[in-house]
């Protein structure tokens, strides 16, 4: 079943009764079954939720997203005990081997620079050299091919000089909107596969709870390049309004493409979480990623 996201951006309670989420705002009330839920966003700092409903939408594997000033996703509550097996699969991630993980991280970074590729070819209307540098791309990404991809890409991506960076300007807002979604997508896909996502498997800062999603969000990634492209050609906005962010949600319920059949991106961050887990247990050999475009 595909799952919903809801967007709260003003003064709101939000409570649950009978395994409905209520959210009630000074001119309306509605609600919704909690199972539909898959994010909740919260982007307002008038917004009582009670700890009884943040149990009942954890428990039902609802990734709920707290939201800074800037209207930035900030913080992330996530089931802990969303597999049966977690400390044996733990077990199993502490352990992987080097050369496993430097596989593993040339697979992910060989799709990001392939779907970078794709997806520049469609903007620019123009060859790129994407899939021969995704071809010399070694185990462990040791010649840092992602790095000589980046550099192309953002050069070529907007018609504007650009700069991709964290806390940069329009459109690095946007980005920063989109990623952050992403990444609480990939980190609930992770969880549910009982991972740990402190973990990664080329991501080592110390202070990163989210290791292991920012690791398997990167071939992603252009999936929110391509929706703030979208927007902007069709959005004067240079702000985070309500529409704009509703665009970048959208991202997690768009169509991506595997072998034998299509789901959405929020499904097949399961897929690819799921093999993940696999290749871990030595199930497999290969992350299963989703084609991004038919």
Known sequence: MLKKTVLIERKSKVSCKNLQLIIKNETREGSIPIEDIGFIVI?????????????????NNAAVIICDASHLPNGLFLNLNSHHKQQQLFRHQIMASLPLKKQLWQQ????????????????TQQNNKFDFIASKVLSGDTS???GVAANFYWKSFFEQDFKRERYGNYPNNFLNYGYAILRAATARALSGSGLLNTLGIHHKNKYNAFALADDIMEPFRPIVDEAVHFIMEHYDEQELTTDIKSE???????????????????????????????CYTGHRKKIKFPQLWN
């Open 248 to 278: 970048l949600l959208k991202t997690l319920t768009r169509t991506v493409f595997f072998k034998n059949e299509k789901s959405t991106v929020m499904v097949g961050l399961q897929k690819t979480a799921s093999s993940l887990q696999q």
């Open 144 to 146: 840092n091919m992602e």
């Open 43 to 59: 982007d307002s700092p008038e917004v009582f939720i009670s700890i009884p409903t943040l149990n009942l939408l954890i428990a």
């Open 108 to 123: 992910t970074v060989i799709e990001k620079i392939k779907n970078q590729g794709f997806l520049l070819e469609q903007i």
